[in-house]
């Protein structure tokens, strides 16, 4: 049943509880109905953004971004072909190094010119 249905089948429930009721209380029944109706819509919503929504504030979500950043640039990692240590966070950085690069081709060959040599 979606939502719609259930607020039309409410209302027929309560006419057919109530079926000599003046106009007036018609209109109050229905009122109140439409309000029940909407809040449970709003709580329906609320409860399916606290699933999907992890933090309540973008601030929030940013800061747990940097907590989680942080500890993961922190953490230590070994260059294998240089053989050194470094923090996680400088690995790319050390990837890209010309240092790391002449280490990986070997012997400090140069890589672009060892082909030709
Ligand atoms: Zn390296």
């Known amino acids: 049943m979606n ?21 007036n209380d018609i209109i109050e029944a229905v009122k109140r109905i439409n309000v029940d109706y909407e809040q449970r819509k709003d709580q329906n919503i609320k409860k399916s953004k606290r699933v999907t929504k992890k933090y309540d504030s973008e601030e929030e979500r940013k ?9 993961y640039a922190k953490k ?9 240590e470094m923090y996680l966070g400088n690995k790319s950085k050390h990837l890209l190094s010309k240092k790391h690069l002449k280490n990986e081709v070997g012997n400090g ?3 672009t010119c060892s082909d030709s040599n």
């Open 63 to 71: 800061t747990a971004y940097k907590i989680q950043q942080n500890n």
């Open 3 to 23: 939502p719609g249905d259930e607020f039309y089948f409410e209302l027929k429930t309560f006419l057919e509880k109530y079926p000599n009721l003046p106009v």
């Open 109 to 111: 060959d140069c890589p």
């Open 76 to 84: 230590n990692w070994k260059c294998d072909v240089c053989d050194v």
